[in-house]
């Protein structure tokens, strides 16, 4: 998994090609678990460099929803995000 590389910038770019692709699928209602899969990686045993890339991600996703004007989709990512930050269980 690219986003887990040793090398910094290799995960870098795995995390803008995701969201180039979620900026895709996301607005015709596609790809509905990408969030769930990402924050598996947040809040699992994963390496340093997997947490780091993972969250790059999800703050490039974030970014390329509020340009498209994708609004709904951009507070179901804030709201998951925060309810398995505080609770810690996603």
């Known amino acids: ?7 910094q910038k290799a995960g870098n770019f795995a995390s803008q090609v995701v ?3 979620a900026a895709v699928e996301l607005p015709v209602n596609q790809w509905g678990e990408l969030i769930e899969i990402l924050l ?11 947490r ?3 969250l790059q991600t999800i703050g ?13 989709q951009f507070l ?15």
């Open 60 to 72: 490039f996703i974030c970014e390329v929803i509020v340009r498209l004007a994708c609004f709904s």
């Open 40 to 50: 598996s990686f947040v809040n699992s045993q994963a390496t340093t460099n997997v």
């Open 76 to 90: 179901l990512f804030l709201l998951f995000i925060y309810f398995c930050f505080r609770n810690q269980s996603c």
């Open 1 to 7: 998994m690219t986003l887990g590389s040793p090398i």
């Open 52 to 54: 780091v890339a993972t």
């Open 19 to 21: 969201a180039a692709i």
